[in-house]
Each structure stands twice: as C-alpha cells, then as structure tokens.
C-alpha cells in the first residue's frame, strides 16, 4: 500500500488533517512489526489493546496512527474513527481501486486456504502474484492481505470466510473481484449463518463482482448452483462429474493422472505422490488458471510447487504407515471429504483405516443432526478402529449404529498415547502398519493427539512426503 494521509482521511470522511501529502507505505496493527513510514492500527482485543502500545509503534518508525480514541502521541498524525476494523476495510477498499491486478477471491466451505495457494503458485508462472496470508480471510484479515499488496502485481488472489449473515457483504465491498470462485457450499458456521442459508450467504459474494467479472461455481452442489444463477451474475461452471456440461469439468482419474476439460481443452496432470489431493480444489484451481489465460503447463509447475498449509490434509510416510494430519479445523463438507480420501488410500494401500477424531464445532441446532450424518459415513468406510473426543459422542455412535461402548473415547494425549501402544501390541495386524487419519475442529485440539501418536512409534510429524 501507498496511500497519502489525505487520501485516507477522505476515504474515512474525516476533517483535513495533518501533513496531508505524508505517503503511508504499509498497515501494521502489531508495534513490533512496524516499519519507518507505515500505519500503525490499533485494535482492540480480548487480551491485548494496540492503542496501548501506540507510542511504541511510533518508536519504531509509524508515521502515523489509526485508533478509536485521542492518543497522547503528538509526533505523528492520529486519525480518530468508530472502528479501526472497519476503517481498515474501507481503506483497503481505496487500495483494491487502484491497483491494476486481476483480483481472484475464493469462498466456500472447504479448502478455502488450500485453492487460495494452489490458484497462487499457478498464476505465479504468468506473472507477479499477491495472496493472503495463511487463512487470513475475515474483515480483518482480507484487509491486511490487501493492504500488504504493493499495486504493481498482475494477480491478487484473496480468501474470503464468513461465519455470519452480513460478512460476505463487507468482504465483497472491500476485494471487488475480477473473478469469484465458490468452490463448494456445505454445513459449515450454521450457527450463525443459519440452517438453510450457506449456498446464499456464499453467493452472496457474486454481487460484488466488477462490471466485466465472473464467477466460477461448483455445479455439484445444488443449491449452490440455485443460488448462484439467482444473483444475476456472469457465472461458468466447473463440475468432477464427467456427464455435466460445465465448461470445466474432471473426465477422469486414473492412478497418478486426472484428466480435466478447460473450456474444450484437455489437461492432464500428473498427481505424482499427492494421490490423495481433494480433486475439486484442483479443478477449481484449473479452471480459474485456464480462464485467466495460463496453458496446461504451468498449471502442472503451480500443482507441483503447492506446499500444503499447515495441518491440512498433510500426508507422512514412515514405513508402512500413512499419516494424515487433517487437523486444523473440521466442518461436516471437510470431514466427509478428509474421511472418504482416507479410506480410499487405505484401500489402496490394503491397510486398516484408523480414525481419530473430534467434535466438529460451530454447529448451532444442526450439530446432533450433522454428527449423526457424520457417524453414517464412519458406518459407509468401516475403519478398523475410531476414537473420539469431545462431545456427540452418542449422535455419532447412532449414525454408525454400533453402541457407544465400542468407540474409543480421548480423555487426554498422553491416555491416547498409552491405548495407541497397547492397541499395537495386542493386534498384530496394526503393527504392520495403517493410515491413521487425525481430524476435528479447532476446539479439540487434534495435532495434540497426533503428537502423541507420532511420539509413541517415535516418527517425526514434520518428515515425510508433506503434500
């Protein structure tokens, strides 16, 4: 970002201020990170208040401060505003006006963080490519992302996530993307996004498209097809089934190669070891990469430079065990996903499948009904062994209609860490090796467990073909 205060003052409709040609080069809302010549943002948070630290921040180098009160700090401009969150998003809003990049942003349920870096590492072959950090993609976060961008890139490509009715309003007016992906549409945060209302509430985010824009939508789901069409927007469809006349969609997987129409191109990309890659991520990462002009080539060099985010969906070798470090966060769309790759790469492999897992949060009045669904894809995939942790244990039990009784509950890591070496040391058939596939919501604190595990057979988490 590079912004004079004057432009930003106008932006937040506030009074003339200060050495109004001062250039801002850069948002920090952290003093330690403050760079000479940035904005320093103070927010306040459960358990630490910028505004405190506002003099520090200008130590380091702040030209100038954004706070909710009057500051004691003279040596620089102070602009006063209700909400620095708010304020941020309106800024970054001024910013994404001015850049000449093709803006992408991504939406859905599912592999949000994990399309978002896919898409990136693509576009990165054909030119300069700015992204959100991490899962940065709330208010704050898309705000951040945008505001670290320097202007000058040919790509942006920005995650948008979305717990409550309004959010995706907020975050479409501050990204106005050239071109909107929603990748999929499930249970996911009903609790404040309601029962019915995901699909819409997604949607949502084709009605911040620029002029020219276009979105590219999951046709496998169809109430988010629904709602797509129903917002008017310029909308193409990428679909896994071959049989759908989506302008993008999977014509086959054999072993290592998926073989993808773009658009009436064919594209063949080699999985290489990442057998287990969520096939819909890859389509949408295709379809978007094909649209904006990039040939199958460089949408293979992205596929094969895509480091897997922390904790999802990684993949380690040792022997023959098959680890998968799904643990993140867990929502019903994520879980059914994590669990049927599972169990197809246990298939594959001839070993048992072994599932620790947790409850999976932010349900609202759908968390009975959706672990009770959940226990029914366990019942459909029959691993070997499941234990759990944390509540709805009886709502899964009913789904795979065994009793409670036979589902291992976790009390703790080191507990779990005992029944893994006791479980290897009565069952000869475990010992051998198995996929063990560890995934819950962020409440659980799944790597925990999975800590222990790779603490028990003494295999370091972080070795390994990490996809």
Not at 14 to 31: C, H, I, K, M, W
Not at 391 to 407: F, K, M, R, Y
Not at 408 to 427: G, K, N, V, Y
Request: charged share 20%; with cysteine.
């Amino acid at each position: 970002m590079r912004l004079t205060l004057q432009q930003i003052a106008t932006c937040l409709n506030l009074p003339a201020p200060a050495a109004p040609a001062l250039e801002l080069a850069g948002v920090a809302t952290d003093s330690r990170d403050c760079r000479p010549g940035c904005l320093f943002a103070c927010i306040a948070g459960s358990n630490v208040d910028g505004h405190d630290y506002a003099r520090q921040a200008v130590e380091n180098g702040a030209a100038a401060i954004l706070a909710e009160k009057d500051l004691p700090v003279t040596a620089v401009p102070v602009l006063v505003v209700p909400d620095t969150i708010r304020a941020l998003g309106s800024i970054a809003a001024l910013w994404r006006s001015k850049t000449r990049a093709t803006v992408v942003c991504i939406t859905g349920t599912a592999g949000k963080t994990t399309l978002k870096d896919l898409l990136a590492d693509m576009l990165a072959q054909a030119g300069s490519t700015a992204k959100s950090e991490k899962n940065h993609n709330n208010q704050l976060g898309m705000a951040l992302s945008i505001l670290q961008a320097t202007g000058s890139e040919k790509f942006w490509v920005m995650e948008a996530g979305i717990s409550h009715a309004g959010d995706m309003a907020e975050l479409g007016a501050i990204c106005r993307p050239d071109v909107a992906i929603i990748v999929n549409a499930g249970a996911g945060h009903t609790e404040g996004l309601g029962s019915g209302g995901v699909a819409r509430h997604k949607s949502e985010l084709l009605k911040y498209l620029t002029p020219d824009g276009t979105g590219l939508v999951s046709a496998d789901y169809p109430d988010l097809a629904r709602e797509a069409a129903a917002t008017g927007a310029k909308i193409l469809f990428f679909s896994l089934d071959a049989q759908n006349r989506a302008a993008f969609r999977l014509e086959k997987i054999s072993g290592r190669l998926a073989s993808m129409n773009l658009a009436g191109e064919t594209c063949g990309i080699d999985l290489g070891e990442n057998t287990g890659f969520p096939l819909e991520t890859l389509l949408a990462a295709g379809a978007c990469a094909n649209f904006l002009g990039l040939n199958c080539d460089a949408i293979q060099a992205g596929f094969n430079r895509l480091k897997m985010p922390e904790h999802r969906f990684n993949l380690v070798h040792a022997g023959k065990w098959l680890i998968i470090d799904d643990t993140y966060n867990a929502n019903p769309l994520s879980m059914r996903r994590t669990l049927e790759t599972a169990s197809l790469l246990a298939r594959e492999r001839k070993l048992p499948l072994v599932a620790i897992l947790g409850e999976m949060g932010e349900l609202g009045e759908q968390a009975a009904l959706e672990h009770r669904r959940l226990g029914g894809i366990l019942r459909q995939i029959s691993p070997a062994r499941v234990f759990w942790h944390g509540n709805h244990l009886l709502d899964v039990a009913e789904g795979i209609e065994t009793s409670p009784g036979e589902i291992a509950t976790l009390a703790d890591p080191a507990r779990f860490q005992q029944e893994i070496l006791h479980l290897l040391a009565s069952d000869s058939g475990f010992s051998q090796g198995c996929v063990m596939v560890f995934k819950g919501s962020r409440l659980n604190r799944m790597e925990e467990y999975l800590g222990a595990f790779c603490q028990a057979l003494q295999i370091n988490s972080g070795d390994g073909n990490v996809l």
